[in-house]
DNA sequence: CTTGTATGGTGCGATATCGTATTATATATG
DNA sequence: CATATATAATACGATATCGCACCATACAAG
């Protein structure tokens, strides 16, 4: 039962990164947009260590993505003003705008997912999968 | 929203995926263990290319994974009889073990999960689910 | 101040993923 | 039958992912 409903996450998951990576920069996956989303709503910045953990990757994972970013020009990345170890990560002007362009060149697809579901039906999910969420992620310290 | 809704999505597999892959064999993937069950309930076995399209994952992708699975000896993969540019893949018995060595290695996390989220409401997800992954996958070839 | 330990980040190496091009077989068409 | 086109699988190469070991800085204890 469980495994269906990982059976089904799974193959949601990747029918979306299909879709979505088709669409951008051969090495920008659905992760890296997922954290230019958030950094976004995040003006003060995050550090590599925050991202890591809002997306469930290893450090090494993040420091390899955030790498990607940069190369791209979508985000900066400063020391941390108050830990010497530490580093902030920022959105650019120009990660703003390669966010915007993503949402309108999505926009159709989503459109016709829309059509044939209805947005409310996505909507009654997302309680019950930010629940199942905020649980496995208690469940990973003990 | 969709973007709520795929954030969702992805961190709950990143979760899925931390948890199964750190409790067995360091090559075997989420969608490896998804692929053995799938052929588990289809004893006349599968090809490669179903495999790949049940999965939603890339040919060659399919093809490694295969591979992988062999290594182990937890498939086996036989010429087709009707078409000789096809292959079968069919689970072995220690593919079978294997399985259900997991499952209850797995029961005791799903347990926790179970107590703190409680089956029907994960149960309550899948129909919505399997909607969003039909209707996503009828959207790819048009 | 010195030492020990915790914490943030990264280099490196192994391997999974996936796009492109290739090979083999099947099927359709003249 | 010959040729063209479609389809199944794979070899290869590029790159993303992630575990391990390591370095730098912070913080705590003596």
């Given amino acids: 039962m469980f495994y269906r409903f990982f059976t089904?996450?799974?193959i949601i998951h990747q029918l979306g990164r299909a879709v979505i990576e088709a669409r951008f920069p051969s090495d920008i996956t659905t992760t890296h947009?997922?954290?230019?989303?958030?950094?976004?709503?995040?003006?003060?910045?995050?550090?590599?260590?925050?991202l890591a953990t809002a997306f469930q990757v290893p450090k090494t994972t993040m420091t390899h993505m955030i790498k990607v970013l940069v190369r791209h020009g979508y985000v900066e990345v400063t020391p941390h003003p108050e830990d010497g170890r530490s580093k902030?990560?920022?959105?650019?002007?120009?990660?703003?705008?390669?966010?915007?362009?993503?949402?309108?060149?999505?926009?159709?697809?989503?459109?016709?997912?829309?059509?044939?579901?209805?947005?409310?039906?996505?909507?009654?999910?997302?309680?019950?999968?930010?629940?199942?969420?905020?649980?496995?992620?208690a469940m990973r310290d003990p």
Same sequence: chains 1, 2.
């Fill in 88 to 137: 902030l990560v920022r959105t650019t002007e120009a990660g703003k705008a390669f966010i915007s362009e993503s949402m309108v060149a999505m926009a159709p697809e989503f459109g016709t997912l829309v059509d044939r579901i209805g947005a409310d039906a996505v909507e009654a999910l997302l309680p019950g999968l930010a629940r199942i969420r905020e649980t496995m992620d």
């Fill in 8 to 10: 089904e996450i799974g």
């Fill in 33 to 50: 947009f997922g954290v230019l989303g958030h950094l976004m709503r995040r003006p003060d910045g995050q550090t590599p260590l925050d």
